[in-house]
T-cell receptor, first 116, second 114 residues
Framework: NAGVTQTPKFRVLKTGQSMTLLCAQD?????MYWYRQDPGMGLRLIHY???????AKGEVPDGYNVSRLKKQNFLLGLESAAPSQTSVYFC???????????????FGPGTRLTVL | AQSVTQLDSQVPVFEEAPVELRCNYS??????LFWYVQYPNQGLQLLLK??????LVKGINGFEAEFNKSQTSFHLRKPSVHISDTAEYFC????????????FGTGTRLQVFP
């Protein structure tokens, strides 16, 4: 059971280039999330998905797009990278249950992205 | 909407000393509260959570937290820290009627010295 994996681990882009970050989970979780982590700002939610084929905006969605074509994968795209998108990106997933108990989010190891 | 304030960005402490990491939240509705830990160059890992019931919550690695509704706080404590506890700690909150999203605090860097 690999849990949540992220590809790539590191990437350097030039301003204006595009790229896609891949998140994969093997826990059959319904919910998936993309966060960015910046010094002194904690984690901020970019986009999330409550199920296959659905996505929703988070706190800082501008400049990013996402897709959830398969339940186990959640892609984060940068169409035209900017230096302000230099950050560490984390993916997370969680399941849902029929009870009201909240299920924890499981995090991937992160992708460190630098935009020059 | 919910928000979280972690009052200390850094907490230095000597090994075997007690530590408290402070977290205050704001919400007009009932909430669920969490503490996550992030070791260097890793993702976040759940330490403990408060959903309901006893206000004293015990987590992994000897940590515990107390939910105080009147003071809107959820401080994290450990009676005796180890070098291996050096990490970043995040407090997080979600509304209990809509748990789609977690709101994270800005984090507290715990540095344990020998």
């Amino acid at each position: 059971n690999a849990g949540v994996t992220q590809t790539p681990k590191f990437r350097v882009l030039k301003t204006g280039q595009s790229m896609t970050l891949l998140c994969a989970q093997d826990m059959n979780h319904e919910y998936m999330y993309w966060y960015r982590q910046d010094p002194g700002m904690g984690l901020r939610l970019i986009h999330y998905s409550v199920g296959e084929g659905t996505t929703a905006k988070g706190e800082v969605p501008d400049g990013y797009n996402v897709s959830r074509l398969k339940k186990q994968n959640f892609l984060l795209g940068l169409e035209s990278a900017a230096p302000s998108q230099t950050s560490v990106y984390f993916c997370a997933s969680r399941t849902t249950t029929s009870s009201r108990a909240y299920n924890e989010q499981f995090f991937g190891p992160g992708t460190r992205l630098t935009v020059l | 909407a919910q928000s979280v304030t972690q009052l200390d960005s850094q907490v230095p402490v000597f090994e075997e000393a007690p530590v408290e990491l402070r977290c205050n939240y704001s919400s007009s509705v009932s909430v669920y509260l969490f503490w996550y830990v992030q070791y260097p160059n890793q993702g976040l890992q759940l330490l403990l959570k408060y959903l309901s019931g006893s206000t004293l919550v015990k987590g992994i690695n000897g940590f515990e937290a107390e939910f105080n509704k009147s003071q809107t706080s959820f401080h994290l404590r450990k009676p005796s820290v180890h070098i291996s506890d050096t990490a970043e700690y995040f407090c997080a909150v979600t509304a209990n009627y809509n748990t789609d999203k977690l709101i994270f605090g800005t984090g507290t860097r715990l540095q344990v010295f020998p």
